[in-house]
C-alpha cells in the first residue's frame, strides 16, 4: 500500500511540475452580481507572452489547438500554444511591399471563415485577404469598393448563416492617418463583401468604426467605435439579404474615457448567453444582451481585442505588449 501512495504522490508531483505557472495582471471589477455567474472570483488573468509592440486580433484554431494574433507593427502574425508557446506563424503579415509603410503596416483582426481558411484585415496592402493554413499562398477578397482602395481594413467577421464577410474601414493603419494622401474613400465605413464577391458598403455614417462581432443568432451586428468624444458600442439588425437595417445605441463608454480610463471600444466577442465581451475604456467590460454593465476585467494597458478559444471558456486578451487568458464560466457563441 506504501508503494502506490509514493507512487501517486510521484505523479501528482510530476503533473504539477508540468503545469507552467503564468505571471498575472490586473483584475476583475464585478459591477453587476450577474458576472459572477461568468467568471469565477477565483479567476485570474494570466500574462502568456510579452514584449510585443501592439497585440491584436486574436483567433483560435479549433483543429490545431492554437492561437494566431498580429503584432501589427511588427508586420508578423504570432503563433501560440500551451504546448509549443510562441513562435513566429507569417511575416510579413499586412504589407508586402517595399521600404516601409507607416508605424502599423501589419495584419490586424484575424477570423476563420467556413472553409478553414485565416481571413485578415491588411493595413500595408489595404486589402481583406484569404489564406489556407496549410499550403497556398493568399487570395484578396477585397481591395477596393466601387473603383477606390480602402483606407486600412481593420477587424472582420463571417457570418454563420449568409456567409458574407463584414468588415470595418477606419484610418489607423495609413502611414498619416485620416490625413493621409493617399487615402481615396472619404468615409470610414462597414462593409460587406457577399458570397459572390461584392462588395457594398452597409454603413457610412461613423466616425471611427473598429470591432465587430455577430450576435448568437446572427440577427444582430455590434460595431465598436474608436472616438474618444463618441466611444460607443452600436448594434445593428441583419436583413435577410445581408444588408443592415438602422441602427441603435446599444452603450456608451464615453463616460468611462473622459475618467481616464484607458482604451477605448475596440474588438469584441459573444458568448453564447448573448452576452458581449468588448475591449474598451479599462480593459475589457463586459455588457448584457440589453447593454447593461456587468464589469469589466481590468487590464491596466489600452486593451485590443479578445477570442474564445480551447474549450470555449477561456479569453484570450491582446493588452498592447502582453497576450493574456482568463477562465470564465461561460462559453463563446456557436462553440
Known amino acids: 500500500m506504501k508503494t502506490y501512495i509514493t507512487l501517486s504522490l510521484l505523479l501528482t508531483y510530476l503533473t504539477m511540475r508540468a503545469q507552467p505557472t503564468y505571471p498575472t495582471l490586473g483584475k476583475v471589477q464585478y459591477d453587476d452580481p450577474r458576472l459572477e455567474k461568468l467568471i469565477p472570483k477565483t479567476s485570474q488573468l494570466e500574462v ?11 483567433v483560435w484554431i479549433k483543429d490545431g489547438g492554437y492561437l494566431l494574433f498580429s503584432d501589427v507593427p511588427a508586420n508578423t502574425v504570432y503563433r501560440w500554444s500551451e504546448k509549443d508557446g510562441l513562435s513566429e506563424f507569417l511575416k510579413p503579415s499586412g504589407y508586402t511591399g517595399r521600404g516601409t509603410y507607416g508605424d502599423e503596416p501589419g495584419s490586424n483582426g484575424l477570423t476563420i471563415d467556413r472553409q478553414g481558411r485565416l481571413i485578415s484585415c491588411e493595413h500595408g496592402d489595404r486589402r481583406v485577404s484569404a489564406m489556407p493554413l496549410t499550403g497556398g499562398g493568399k487570395i484578396t477578397l477585397a481591395d477596393r469598393y466601387e473603383g477606390k482602395r480602402f483606407n486600412s481594413p481593420n477587424d472582420v467577421v463571417q457570418h454563420a448563416g449568409n456567409g458574407s464577410y463584414y468588415f470595418t474601414d477606419p484610418p489607423y493603419g495609413m502611414p ?21 464577391g461584392k462588395v457594398t458598403r452597409v454603413i457610412a455614417d461613423l466616425t471611427r468604426p473598429n470591432g465587430l462581432a455577430f450576435s448568437p443568432d446572427g440577427g444582430t451586428l455590434y460595431v465598436a467605435q474608436s472616438d474618444p468624444d463618441k466611444a460607443i458600442l452600436m448594434a445593428y439588425p441583419v436583413k435577410s439579404d445581408g444588408n443592415l437595417g438602422k441602427g441603435k445605441l446599444l452603450y456608451d463608454a464615453t463616460p468611462l474615457v473622459k ?6 471600444p475596440d474588438g469584441l466577442k459573444v458568448d453564447k448567453a448573448g452576452n458581449i465581451w468588448t475591449t474598451g475604456p479599462g480593459g475589457v467590460l463586459i455588457l448584457s444582451p440589453e447593454g447593461t454593465l456587468l464589469g469589466r476585467i481590468e487590464t491596466g494597458q489600452a486593451t485590443a481585442n479578445c477570442a474564445w478559444g480551447d474549450d470555449g471558456s477561456i479569453l ?17 457563441a456557436g462553440w
Request: hydrophobic share 30%.
Open 259 to 264: 475618467k481616464g480610463l484607458q482604451g477605448l
Open 176 to 196: 498619416q492617418k485620416e490625413k493621409d494622401p493617399t487615402r481615396e474613400i472619404p468615409e470610414f465605413g462597414v462593409y460587406r463583401i457577399a458570397p459572390d
Open 316 to 332: 484570450y486578451i491582446t493588452a498592447d505588449s502582453y497576450l493574456c487568458r482568463i477562465k470564465t464560466s461561460t462559453m463563446g
Open 48 to 58: 502568456l507572452a510579452s514584449g510585443f509592440v501592439w497585440s491584436e486580433g486574436p
